[in-house]
C-alpha cells in the first residue's frame, strides 16, 4: 500500500534523484525528455511522493503562462515496486486540484502512440484520449493527446 506516501511540491535540487530513475522506471531511455529545466523553472507546480524518506513518485507539470485557462502534465512515475496502488491517481489529484484553484479549467497530456500504459492510464484519470496527431513534434513524430475538463468545483464559495 501507498497510502503513507507523502506528497509535497518538488524543489529544484529534487532533480538529480529523479533523473538517475527514470530509465528504469521507464524501461527504456527517456531522461533526455526530462532535462533540468523543469526543475528549475517548473518545480514549485510539481510534486514529489516520498516513502520512508525514499522516492516514491513524481509529477511534472505545470500552468500555462500562455493558456491561462491550462494547466500541462508532461511526466508521471511511480517506483515500480508501488504500481497499482493508487499514487498515480494521488498526484494527478493533487495537482489538479491545485491548478483548479489556480483559476485553471483544463489539464493537457501527450504521450507516443506505442505509450499503451500511458493512453490507458489517462483514460482511467478521466483524460478524454485523441486520436494520433500526424508530425505533432516534427516529421514522423506523431503523438497521442490528451483532454481533462474540469467541471465546476465542489467546494462552495464563501458568500
Ligand atoms: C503510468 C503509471 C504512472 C501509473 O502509476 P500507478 O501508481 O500504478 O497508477 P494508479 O495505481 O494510480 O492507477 C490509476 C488508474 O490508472 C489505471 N492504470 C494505471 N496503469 C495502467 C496500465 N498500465 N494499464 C491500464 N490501466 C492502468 C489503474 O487501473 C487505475 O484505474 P482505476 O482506479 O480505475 O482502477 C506507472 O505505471 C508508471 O510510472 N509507468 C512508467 C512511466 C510512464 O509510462 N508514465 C506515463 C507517461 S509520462
Not at 60 to 78: K, L, M
Not at 114 to 135: C, E, L, P, Q, Y
Amino acid at each position: 500500500m501507498v497510502d503513507d506516501a507523502r506528497l509535497r511540491p518538488a524543489m529544484d535540487d529534487d532533480y538529480d534523484a529523479v533523473v538517475a530513475v527514470v530509465d528504469s522506471w521507464w524501461g527504456r531511455t527517456v531522461s533526455a525528455s526530462l532535462p533540468r529545466l523543469f526543475f528549475d523553472h517548473f518545480a514549485g507546480t510539481s510534486l514529489i511522493a516520498e516513502r520512508d524518506s525514499a522516492l516514491a513518485g513524481f509529477l511534472v507539470g505545470f500552468r500555462s503562462p500562455d493558456q491561462p485557462a491550462e494547466a500541462y502534465i508532461h511526466f508521471v512515475g511511480v517506483h515500480p515496486q508501488l504500481r497499482g496502488s493508487g499514487l498515480a491517481r494521488r498526484l494527478y489529484q493533487r495537482f489538479i486540484a491545485d491548478a483548479r484553484a489556480d483559476g485553471r479549467t483544463v489539464i493537457k497530456a501527450i504521450t507516443s502512440p506505442g505509450n499503451t500504459n500511458s493512453i490507458a492510464f489517462h483514460a482511467a484519470m478521466g483524460f478524454v484520449v485523441h486520436d494520433r496527431t500526424a508530425d505533432y513534434n516534427g516529421p514522423g513524430r506523431d503523438m497521442v493527446t490528451f483532454v481533462r475538463t474540469l467541471g465546476p468545483s465542489s467546494v462552495r464559495l464563501s458568500p
